[in-house]
């Protein structure tokens, strides 16, 4: 929904608020996304931006200091707060399933053009490639902290056990798939990456 939507929706003009607010921000950084999809992220601009959400660029600003803000706050928005709410299962298995399952449901046909959009521009903008490793990366990265410190108290894993290869690994897995391969990032993948590869890893 356009802010000139959401506006008309309510009948009310200018500053808004609680409900309405959200909903302003939603359509800027839905627009965000949409463009950064259909033109690339280096060729996303601020004014383009207010002209696809029909917001005022004063309206953007008053939340995000340029566009890399707001790419990231949407990215994040769209895949940590929605699709990643904390998993337990009550083992590391069917955790480590949980989790990438719902990072598989996050997934959608457009990710593959947005990962390669920001991906790529993150080489290039040092401040885009900073809110993404702090903002969406790390995120990611804790959650697995988490989930091998429940394990650790378990007993099902040695104390000590690092997520680093494995959150290498798995990024490197989903990516190869959405990205180039193509192939489907089904139930049959998540079990062969969790059995096949993540659990041995952590138990070597």
Not at 26 to 44: H, M, P, T
Not at 71 to 88: L, N
Not at 121 to 131: I, W
Request: hydrophobic share 45%.
């Amino acid at each position: 929904m356009s802010i000139a939507e959401v506006e008309e929706s309510t009948g009310r003009v200018g500053r808004p608020s609680g409900a309405r607010a959200e909903a302003r921000e939603q359509a800027i950084l839905d627009a965000a996304l949409s463009l950064v999809i259909e033109v690339g992220y280096d060729r996303l601009s601020m004014d383009a931006l207010a002209e696809r959400a029909h917001a005022g660029k004063a309206t953007i600003y008053r939340h995000w200091s340029g566009k890399a803000e707001v790419v990231v706050e949407a990215i994040r928005r769209r895949k940590c707060d929605a699709s990643f709410p904390p998993v337990q299962t009550g083992s590391l298995r069917g955790d480590l399933v949980a989790t990438l399952e719902c990072m598989n449901a996050a997934m959608s046909a457009e990710d593959s053009a947005l990962l390669v959009g920001v991906l790529s521009a993150m080489h290039k903008d040092q401040e885009l490639a900073a809110l993404m490793r702090s903002q969406v990366i790390d995120a990611r990265k804790d959650m697995l902290d988490e989930i091998l410190e429940r394990a650790v108290a378990s007993g099902e894993l040695e104390a000590g056990t690092d997520a680093g290869v494995v959150n290498e690994v798995l990024s490197a897995m989903f990516f190869n798939r959405l990205v180039i391969s193509g192939e489907p990032i089904d139930d049959a993948f998540v079990a062969h990456m969790v059995d096949e590869v993540v659990l041995p890893l952590l138990r070597c």
